[in-house]
């Protein structure tokens, strides 16, 4: 049987230009010296992370950079704490930085912030590697939350700084500054979500209305995937979330359907194209 969907991919989804920018550099180091250390995971998609590892990149681990010494090392999009310059400097590492200039923006924002001793807190998932650089401008003394129902156990001071991790949703971002306002601190709320990602908060509605499925393609360590995959599903109920073409099943489609493609900021359009190639052959 042949199921004859009508596919259709968001051209507004797929890599920001932060994470364009970190790959492009990457790939014209791999080409040059055949291959480059690169600092945790490229981008939070594995099978991006595969193609580029297949070309000579080498992920390691902040206890490995010690290790090394007189290498390039690649610094991703997501920016990094002061602790790995040091270390760097000390082994003759040459950093190549493509760190997101929203992030690095966001970053000396808050070490700003810390040097006028402000009390800090940061709306951002724990053991993220953008929000431990993150931490890392303020000596680790910023308090970290992903949920508001954190904060019930923390004994806060009257007033404080708020920031947010560039990729979390601006919606609760600021519904998170309401509730906190209306329980009556003082708070100094900025804004620091990516527009690139917001916007994509407002477009991805208009989007996923216009099909019967839609297939959201995306890395599960991403956060920016789980924040739009979640947007997605609530303007369409018949979201299906999928990492790699191996997980499409044809039970999730009937023949005529008319399916939308779309994904996170980290979904290289490859990706996107090669399941929809798959969905076309269905």
């Known amino acids: ?30 080409a040059e010296q055949g291959y480059l250390y690169c600092l945790g995971d490229i981008v939070h998609n594995d099978e991006e992370v595969e193609r580029l590892k297949a070309k000579g990149l080498r992920i390691i681990s ?23 310059y040091k270390i760097a400097l000390e082994k003759n590492i040459t950093l190549i930085d493509a ?27 724990h053991g993220h590697a953008e929000v431990i650089a993150l931490q890392g401008q303020t000596n680790n003394n910023a308090l970290v939350f992903q949920d508001l129902a954190e904060l ?16 979390k949703s601006t919606e609760k971002f600021y519904q998170i500054k ?39 393609v995306s890395g599960k360590k991403s956060s920016n995937g789980k ?18 073409v191996g997980e499409l099943n044809s039970t999730m ?10 994904g996170a900021t980290s979904t290289p359009m490859w990706l996107m194209e090669e399941i929809k190639a798959a969905l076309v052959k269905l």
Do not use: W
């Open 99 to 125: 760190s997101c200039p929203v992030v690095l923006k966001l970053q000396n924002r808050i070490k700003n912030s810390s040097d006028d001793k402000e009390r800090i807190l940061i709306f951002g998932k």
């Open 1 to 30: 049987m042949s199921y004859n969907l009508q596919v259709t991919i968001d051209g507004d989804s797929g890599f920001c230009f932060g994470v364009v920018y970190a790959i492009d550099m990457a790939e014209e180091i791999l």
């Open 253 to 262: 489609f009937a023949p005529g359907e008319k399916v939308g493609i779309c």
């Open 227 to 244: 924040v739009l995959y979640e947007v997605c599903r609530k303007y369409n109920s018949n979201t299906y979330f999928v990492s790699n």
């Open 178 to 216: 309401e509730e906190l306002i209306s329980r009556g601190y003082e708070i100094k709320a900025h804004d620091t979500i990516c527009r690139q990602v917001s916007n994509r908060d407002k477009e991805l509605p208009e989007f996923v209305k216009n099909f019967d499925k839609v297939v959201f």
């Open 152 to 167: 019930d156990e923390v004994d806060l001071p009257k007033s404080f700084t708020l920031f947010s991790q560039t990729t």
């Open 62 to 84: 902040h206890d490995d950079l010690p290790r090394l010494e007189n290498e390039k090392v690649l610094i991703r999009a997501h920016g990094e704490a002061p602790e790995t």
